[in-house]
């Protein structure tokens, strides 16, 4: 290929322009991390190298010895660690980009025209554009780079600029092609009350494949994924590369070793069912897929996520202020909800320390149960007989924030709205629609539909007082999905769907900038990027049971800040799991994260008042180091045995400790855990018992996992739990 006329340049020191083997290429060098990309003779994208900086800014030094073309075929492309595939590619791996033309051709021939360094936002951005001219085809690449955060952010465009209308079958957002090797996936799976789950996969050869259909990211599978390589990585060593990708519908991650045992990870829309029309003019954007690489491990990887989210991915709003401890009505009084009962609930919690008052489902419509009311945002009267105000004005005196729930994407067939409207929701043509939870979704996709209930969340949002937050719950995995106004676009109803939403709550942001948002899909359903971009936390799990959360919060954790995680602590027997566990062992394990009480506050005895006052005081003092500062797993949870997470602020002077045990081991010996990120130089004193050490023999000789009272010996006693707080004594 002809020289592309690519000069050399650089941006902020992150980015240069620079050549490999003669040919044009880009190398970005993050905090730690180091990333070449560079072209083939016939002007494909290649991603030669990604991983630890090799403190060079010379492309081959990172490409010695790459593979030789195969002598037979040189244009094959098995086994090249290519940027991007796309059909027509031969690479015989999975395609990230499938353009249909008109007249069925399928094969696309993109070739580098152009590359740019930018500044977007501030930020530094390299943007590559390859074309197809005789399709009509061109492609961007946007790498938003994070020097500081050690991330990039992946953003594809397709653009038809040819003469003749485009089909798009699959834009995924970005692949990672890996050198041969062994390795493992590293996923968050789960179901719906064990949302979450970390688990490793070994990969073998084939692909592995995992995602959603369900209309929402989903709770089986959580669009984030690791990968490492096999017996290197663990939570505090070893390389890993990771992947996060902003969206809340149906999404893909697939993972196949190929040719040569390479590997590629590749992240995006899910292909099925997916359909774009693209007019002559038109452009496609994929969702944005934050991609990174640590060498400590998987906790070096969260670190890196949470303090993208906390200093760019959430809403500028919130994002790096701690959030208020709330109180949630739904396990306290489920859809039984009435004006005076709330506003007794109020005062306690007010009591107790709440800051945010949240009323769960059941103040709406005919909402007395989940048959009846989903898209009838109006307040129930006879449960609320003057409306919201009496409440909200209750709960301000008080000095608390107001919220309430929401699920504006669903409607009950017994509802107003649908029997005025039943053409707004997602309706097989031919049958009886499949129902779950009683409810259909609602075709966001159409600008009326979203206009309606915008129109009617604004109403609730004005019309009684000030409400300062919203749950936005969402509860039903979707089916029916199409558009009969558009019969030829009706797949495309899945990514507009999503798409109409985000721009439903970038409206309510603009119009109430206070507002925060919690997102919520039966639990964490949805709790993903593209979510949080637009909510400030989520709802991780119905389950509210303490020992099953600690796996589900333990796996949050990994992906996303825990200044967006909330927890609850709920009545016992616990009304998912029927266990009793003793109120402080709940709080701690709530304190997490973002703290919030969802029990019957009302019938708490005097006693529990009084413990609950003061692990919630206990809970403000340490609030700011869990949810702002950097989150270490020091022992994950177990099945019997302990467990302990650490947090350090920022300036690395204030330590918390949590500790736990969920089912003790008789017999079993007290391990020590060493804490991390401390200053080495620095001497602590642990805030309970004035024990004081340094930085260093905290981090090389640690602490034992032991529980009050140690009677000398260490009881193997059920559900223990104990927070420490260290603070560094010397000025310096
Ligand atoms: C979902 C949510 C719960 C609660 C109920 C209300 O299940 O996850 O927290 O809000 O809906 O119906």
């Not at 209308?165 to 990672?176: A, D, H, I, Y």
């Not at 016992?572 to 997490?592: C, D, I, K, Y």
Request: charged letters at 25%; glycine letters at 10%; hydrophobic letters at 40%.
């Amino acid at each position: 290929m002809a020289d592309t006329g690519v000069q050399p340049g650089s941006v902020d020191g992150i980015v240069r322009r620079a050549r490999a083997g003669g040919l044009a290429a880009w190398v970005i060098r993050l905090r730690s991390t180091a990333i070449v990309l560079h072209l083939d003779g016939r002007g494909l994208l290649h991603l030669g190298y990604w991983g630890a900086d090799g403190g060079s800014w010379n492309a081959d030094d990172y490409l010695v010895d790459a593979l030789p073309d195969r002598e037979t075929a040189p244009h094959f492309l098995e086994g090249r660690p290519l940027a991007y595939p796309a059909y027509g590619d031969p690479s015989y791996r999975e395609p990230c980009l499938v353009v249909v033309q008109p007249d069925g051709e399928r094969e696309l021939a993109l070739s580098f025209t152009a590359d740019r360094l930018v500044k977007h936002a501030g930020r530094p951005m390299l943007e590559l554009e390859l074309r197809d001219p005789r399709a009509g085809v061109r492609l961007m690449h946007e790498l938003l780079l994070y020097g500081e955060l050690d991330l990039l952010v992946w953003t594809v465009h397709v653009a038809n600029y040819g003469e003749r209308p485009l089909t798009l079958e699959r834009v995924l957002s970005g692949s990672l092609p890996l050198p041969a090797g062994r390795y493992d996936c590293w996923m968050l799976r789960g179901r719906w009350g064990g949302e979450f789950q970390l688990e490793r996969q070994e990969l073998g050869h084939g692909a592995f494949v995992i995602g959603s259909r369900r209309g929402i990211s989903s709770a089986e599978a959580h669009p984030w994924l690791a990968i490492a390589p096999r017996g290197e990585t663990a939570e505090h060593t070893g390389r890993v590369w990771f992947a996060s990708l902003a969206w809340s519908g149906n999404w893909t991650a697939m993972v196949e070793l190929e040719r040569g045992e390479t590997l590629a990870a590749s992240v995006g829309l899910q292909p099925f069912d997916f359909a774009w029309h693209l007019e002559p003019g038109e452009r496609f954007s994929a969702p944005a897929l934050v991609l990174g690489h640590a060498v400590d491990g998987l906790g070096g990887a969260a670190r890196r996520l949470h303090d993208l989210e906390r200093t760019v991915a959430l809403p500028a709003a919130h994002r790096s202020v701690v959030r208020p401890v709330l109180y949630n009505s739904w396990e306290a009084t489920y859809f039984d909800v009435r004006a005076d009962q709330q506003i007794a609930l109020a005062r306690r919690a007010a009591e107790l320390g709440v800051e945010l008052f949240v009323v769960d489902d059941g103040w709406f419509g005919a909402r007395d149960h989940d048959r009846a009311g989903l898209g009838d945002w109006r307040v129930n009267r006879r449960k609320f007989p003057r409306g919201l105000r009496p409440l909200i004005d209750e709960v301000h005196r008080l000095g608390m924030l107001f919220g309430i729930w929401v699920e504006a994407e669903m409607v009950n067939p017994d509802s107003d709205l649908f029997r005025a409207h039943p053409d707004w929701a997602y309706l097989p043509p031919s049958r009886e629609p499949l129902l779950s939870r009683n409810q259909l979704v609602l075709n966001f996709a159409r600008a009326d539909v979203r206009a309606a209930i915008l129109d009617q969340l604004h109403a609730l949002l004005t019309e009684d007082g000030r409400i300062d937050f919203l749950k936005w719950d969402h509860n039903r995995p979707w089916l029916h999905v199409g558009w009969p106004e558009h019969p030829d676009r009706g797949r495309e109803a899945w990514v507009r769907h999503v798409l109409g939403l985000y721009e439903l709550l970038q409206t309510l942001r603009a119009e109430f900038p206070e507002l925060l948002i919690e997102t919520c899909s039966s639990g964490g359903a949805r709790a993903d990027l593209g979510m949080l971009a637009l909510t400030d936390q989520a709802w991780v799990s119905d389950n509210t049971d303490a020992a099953d959360r600690l796996p589900i919060q333990y796996g949050y954790s990994h992906a996303h800040s825990p200044s967006t995680m909330v927890n609850w602590v709920t009545d016992v027997p616990n009304h998912q799991t029927g266990r009793v566990s003793p109120l402080e062992f709940r709080f701690h394990v709530a304190m997490q994260g973002v703290l919030g009480i969802g029990g019957n506050i009302s019938r708490w005895s005097e006693e529990e008042v009084q413990q609950a006052q003061r692990l919630v005081a206990d809970y403000k003092r340490i609030r700011t180091i869990v949810q702002l500062g950097e989150q270490y797993w020091l022992l994950p949870p177990p099945p019997v045995g302990p467990c302990a997470v650490q947090y350090v602020s920022p300036d690395r002077r204030a330590v918390v400790l949590l500790l736990y045990q969920v089912r003790g081991g008789v017999g079993a010996g007290v391990p020590r855990v060493r804490l991390m990120g401390l200053d080495p130089a620095r001497r602590y004193r642990r805030e309970r018992d004035g024990a004081e050490s340094t930085g260093a023999a905290l981090m090389a000789a640690g602490l034992p996992v032991r529980f009050e009272p140690t009677q000398g010996w260490h009881p193997a006693i059920d559900y223990r739990s104990a927070l420490q707080v260290w603070h560094a004594i010397d000025a310096r």
